[in-house]
């Protein structure tokens, strides 16, 4: 996750550069039922660490957040990051668009039968009973009560741990159109 230390720690301190990792669980045994074949927790954390001592402002990003399964984690994710340098937080909460949400629960109950049920029940109470809702500005973290809960708990401890107080604007002025190739189609 850090072979990209290289290339963006020269930029960091120009001003063009800034990393988001996400961090899904701290639970080892969800993650490789969650996300196999990728970095484990310990790893991204140590991503998080090697990028903040480079210089690279660094965010987490918690997500998804899946309601009775990995969101009683979204506090120790955020803090656990935090104390290894990240500066900025976000998190998403599940949303099951179009065919995501049949592999969803179709996974959901082959891993997690005692509880496939509540999860569902409580993805949909942060859409309005719905699997999901494009709609902007709730996309990401829902509606309803759940959500509301999700987001203040997320304030709260993003306040508490400095999280998101300085804004990490990228100086896109130091990017330049490359030169056109005479057989290259012009997109703009």
């Known amino acids: 996750?850090?072979?990209v230390l290289d290339i963006c720690h020269p930029?960091?301190?120009?001003?063009?550069?800034?990393?988001a990792i996400s961090v899904t669980t701290l639970d080892?045994?969800?993650?490789?039922?969650?996300?196999?074949?990728?970095?484990?927790?310990?790893?991204?954390?140590?991503?998080?660490?090697?990028?903040?001592?480079?210089?690279?402002?660094?965010?987490?990003l918690a997500a998804p957040m899946i309601p009775a399964l990995n969101d009683s984690e979204m506090e120790a994710i955020l803090e656990a990051t935090q104390s290894v340098g990240a500066s900025a937080a976000e998190y998403i909460m599940l949303h099951l668009p179009l065919e995501i949400r049949d592999l969803f629960v179709e996974w959901l109950h082959g891993n997690f039968p005692d509880r496939a049920n509540?999860?569902?029940?409580?993805?949909?109470d942060t859409r309005n009973g719905a699997d999901y809702n494009a709609n902007w500005g709730t996309r990401m973290t829902g509606t309803g009560a759940y959500a509301a809960l999700m987001r203040?708990?997320?304030?709260?401890?993003?306040?508490?741990?400095?999280?998101?107080?300085?804004?990490?604007?990228?100086?896109?002025t130091q990017f330049s159109v490359p030169p056109r190739e005479d057989n290259q189609l012009t997109l703009f």
Do not use: W
């Open 152 to 172: 203040q708990r997320f304030a709260i401890a993003a306040a508490r741990l400095g999280l998101n107080k300085r804004r990490h604007d990228l100086d896109i």
């Open 11 to 19: 930029m960091a301190g120009k001003g063009p550069a800034y990393m």
């Open 118 to 124: 509540h999860v569902i029940s409580l993805v949909r």
């Open 1 to 3: 996750m850090v072979r």
């Open 28 to 60: 080892s045994t969800i993650a490789r039922k969650l996300e196999p074949r990728t970095p484990t927790p310990a790893k991204r954390i140590e991503a998080i660490l090697a990028l903040a001592k480079a210089g690279i402002p660094t965010a987490v």
